[in-house]
């Protein structure tokens, strides 16, 4: 199983970022997905997650500006980032909910 992320970068405070994130070894239609994110000093927290039925929940501080969605076909799930805080700045990495397999992140940075 392979998770490999990209899309990250340094962006200004009220700009946008689209993450995506790269699945293999796994039957990836049948899958929930996630992604979290750590800051500096901080524990890793749950950003989004999107079930294979293609429901979503997200953490209260992302709500109405983040959104997460898959395409089955690519085996890839996206993260759009959208009027970014400088509170968003964290590496954010992608997951399957429930298992041991993680990509190895991608850095967000949020300037103010």
Same mark, same amino acid.
């Given at each position: 199983v392979q998770l490999v992320? $990209? %899309?990250g970068g340094l962006v200004? +405070? %009220?700009g $946008?970022?689209?993450l995506s994130c790269a699945a293999s070894g796994i039957i990836f %239609?049948? !899958?929930p997905m996630a992604w979290y994110r750590q800051a500096p000093?901080?524990?890793r927290e749950l950003v989004a997650r999107i079930d294979s039925g293609r429901a979503t929940n =997200? +953490?209260?501080s992302v709500k109405g500006r983040f959104t997460i969605s898959r395409d089955n076909a690519k085996n890839t799930v996206y993260l759009? !980032?959208?009027n970014l805080k400088p509170e968003d700045t +964290? +590496? =954010?990495f992608c997951t399957i909910p429930g298992s041991s397999y993680w990509g190895q992140g991608t850095q967000v940075t949020v300037s103010s």
């Open positions: 992320e $990209s %899309g200004q +405070a %009220g $946008s970022l689209r %239609g049948i !899958m000093g901080k524990q =997200y +953490a209260d759009q !980032m959208n +964290a +590496a =954010y």
